[in-house]
């Protein structure tokens, strides 16, 4: 019966490990090359009146401390009308703003744009009113829109 038990506990860990479910996340491909998807996400990012407000690249921060890392670039931008609207619903709400998108490649070259879905911020800051609970799905669907064009050649 030990066994049993013992083998269906690591079943069910095996697959809590593989499921995507609930993570929150949003990954889209890029048809471009790294350099090239960031750069469009930049571009595209100002060109729709945001605030670009830094890119970190991670790969070139991991070679000054003399380690490699596959390419992993963050691009962190907002619109600090929308973000103080979302604030004065719940300060919390500053821990996860500005937006970030994640650029990586992996070792099969492949690119993609990673971000936190905007309405799992209603769960983690117990957001109630209608108002910012729509801003959340604007976002959303934004940053999607972005990741997509961004992605494309």
Not at 3 to 27: N, Q, R
Not at 53 to 79: C, I, Q, W, Y
Not at 97 to 117: A, D, H, M, Q
Not at 127 to 139: G, M, Q, R, S, Y
């Amino acid at each position: 019966m030990r066994k049993l038990l013992f083998i269906g506990l690591i079943g069910f860990a095996l697959v809590g490990c593989d499921s995507k479910k609930g993570t929150f996340l949003e990954t889209v491909k890029s048809e471009n090359d790294h350099t090239t998807s960031v750069a469009k996400l930049e571009k595209l990012i100002i060109d729709q009146g945001l605030t670009h407000f830094s890119t970190m690249d991670h790969r070139a921060n991991a070679r000054n401390v003399n380690m490699n890392l596959k390419p992993e670039t963050v691009v962190v931008f907002g619109n600090p009308k929308m973000g103080t609207v979302l604030m004065n619903c719940n300060p919390s709400i500053g821990l996860d703003l500005p937006l970030r998108i994640l650029v990586t490649t992996n070792y099969e070259g492949e690119t993609s744009f990673i971000y936190t879905n905007p309405e799992y911020w209603s769960l983690k800051h117990n957001v109630k009113d209608k108002n910012c609970l729509n801003i959340l799905t604007k976002a959303k669907i934004a940053l999607a829109a972005l990741a997509q064009k961004a992605g494309k050649k």
